[in-house]
């Protein structure tokens, strides 16, 4: 295996955190928008043509499957890694990646003992049997994340060595082959059942992914596939025992993370209708649309510049991580400004306009504007458990495995008694007050972790120009209700549109007058190759 081939830039912690965070949101953001964003156009489709059974079970009982086995085998193993101190030049390099590699393998052997307790979970807890349409699907579906799973260890190392167009190359074809083999599916064979059809689409998107990362690394990175397995007799123990007792911790600390994450979708399908599973599926999609564009890679991104800034040795460490906080915050906080002062008042006219009457006329729209306002305590909780997870001590990491424990339970019986009583939109008010508590725990250990330094403050995370935000807000909730007509709906939105616009254009001329410096910086990202 070559050296040249593991080189990556080196830089100071002060000269590259700007560079780092920038670098990787940049194209975190484009594997987001296309990874995301190819299934959101998709989705207007596939509403269109699926009954709300169908629905919710592609919106919502295989996507809770999926998710649960990839999120508990891989989650702890990601967040340990992208942890490691770990030099990927010089003539240690080759030693330096079996180090990483036999921590990172260890997400796949969790992952087939997840996905068969999976499998039996579902096929006990619903009486199936494997002549079932829908049992045979949540094999193909578990099939789908063992394929996966054996690309992650190499997953893993191209992140660590910043080859960011890798993942966006591979997640990007890896989500077009999984709607149009839904495409094609549904159009050309209409008598097969939709949980196959759903089934076999998530089995192309792993396969693809497998395929990607393999062979990358295989053809164009000189690496022998001793090198990517670097596991021989007599020495399968001889690993980095810190690093592993890193990823252990971080992976029990998924398992509550997941309840935290997935409570809602859980309680969902334990407890709720069909219906209430499609409504909130698709406010979900739709809601969350702006989290996984932007929110999830920028968070991605910071852990990953915090956690370089806080292993260097700078003596300026403490405030380089103070100045990156407080952007990033500041970040997060304008976005969802923005989504909490437009999207309450126009919640209605986007699902009407995306997915027809039926659904802007039934409860998703009355879903979705409480949505948007979850959006920026999401926002603000994603920055800040990144923070604290990337800079914490492993104890500190222990206590707040503990907290989220606690956190978890509150979390879990909110979601039972507001979905009682408020269906999909108490799910949401159960989710917004979980990230409240969330925050304040963040909050605490961020003000002790910068007690004695000035470098951050949290006024300073707010962006001026808030208050015009939340008065256009009330501005258009004032038009929505004098001038949209449903009945009337194309000529009063246009009327309705072009006020919020107007509001929109001069609360972002207040803003960028206000804080040009910061916009400026960040239009200003410096462009760094791979």
Not at 237 to 243: A, E, G, V, W
Not at 439 to 448: G, Q, R
Request: aromatic letters at 14%; a positive charge; hydrophobic letters at 50%.
């Amino acid at each position: 295996m070559s050296k040249a081939s593991l080189r990556v830039p080196s830089e100071t912690p002060s000269d590259s955190d700007h560079a780092n965070l920038s670098r990787t949101f940049k194209y975190l953001l484009a594997t987001q928008f296309l990874s995301r964003g190819i299934p959101f156009i998709f989705n207007s489709w596939v509403v269109r043509h699926l009954t709300q059974e169908d629905y919710a079970v592609y919106a919502v009982q295989f996507h809770l499957f999926v998710t649960c086995i990839l999120f508990l085998s891989r989650e702890g193993c990601r967040r340990a890694c992208m942890r490691a101190d770990i030099k990927f030049d010089g003539a240690s390099a080759k030693d330096n990646v079996a180090n990483l590699l036999k921590v990172a393998w260890i997400c796949f052997p969790l992952g087939v003992v997840i996905t068969i307790a999976a499998c039996v979970f579902v096929f006990c807890w619903q009486g199936l049997h494997h002549s079932d349409p829908y049992a045979q699907a949540i094999l193909i579906n578990g099939s789908a994340c063992i394929l996966e799973l054996l690309a992650e260890p190499l997953h893993i190392l191209s992140q660590t060595l910043f080859l960011l167009k890798l993942r966006l190359m591979v997640e990007t074809a890896a989500t077009f082959s999984r709607c149009l083999t839904m495409y094609i599916l549904i159009v050309n064979l209409t008598n097969m059942e939709k949980g196959i059809v759903f089934a076999l689409s998530q089995a192309a998107y792993g396969a693809c992914i497998f395929l990607g990362y393999w062979s990358y690394f295989l053809l164009f990175r000189a690496f022998r596939s001793s090198d990517l397995f670097p596991f021989r007799v007599g020495h399968m123990m001889n690993f980095d025992k810190q690093l592993s007792n890193m990823c252990m911790l971080f992976t029990l600390q998924s398992f509550r993370k997941l309840i935290l994450q997935e409570g809602e979708k859980i309680v969902l399908v334990w407890l709720d209708t069909p219906y209430n599973q499609a409504v909130y599926g698709l406010v979900d999609k739709l809601g969350s649309l702006v989290v996984r564009l932007v929110f999830l890679p920028f968070e991605e991104s910071s852990y990953s510049t915090f956690a370089r800034s806080a292993s260097g040795q700078s003596p300026n460490k403490s405030k380089n991580l103070g100045r990156c906080l407080t952007e990033a915050l500041k970040l997060v906080l304008l976005i969802g400004l923005i989504f909490l002062a437009f999207g309450p008042s126009y919640s209605y006219c986007l699902i009407r306009l995306l997915y027809g009457q039926k659904w802007s006329d039934g409860e998703a729209s009355t879903a979705l504007r409480y949505y948007c306002v979850y959006i920026i305590v999401l926002a603000m909780n994603g920055t800040s458990e990144a923070f604290l997870h990337a800079v914490a001590t492993e104890n500190q990491l222990k206590r707040s495995n503990d907290s989220l424990l606690v956190f978890s339970l509150i979390y879990v019986a909110l979601n039972v008694l507001l979905i009682q009583s408020a269906g999909a939109v108490g799910l949401i008010l159960a989710n917004s007050l979980n990230m409240v508590f969330r925050i304040i725990y963040s909050a605490i250990f961020i003000k002790h972790f910068f007690q004695e330094f000035s470098s951050f403050s949290f006024s300073s995370c707010l962006p001026s120009g808030w208050t015009i935000l939340l008065l256009s807000g009330v501005a258009t909730l004032i038009s929505e209700k004098v001038f949209l007509d449903r009945e009337n709906f194309w000529t009063s939105f246009l009327v309705h549109f072009c006020i919020g616009f107007t509001f929109f254009c001069i609360s972002a001329f207040v803003i960028f007058r206000r804080e040009r410096s910061f916009i400026n910086k960040i239009i200003r990202f410096r462009d760094h190759s791979d």
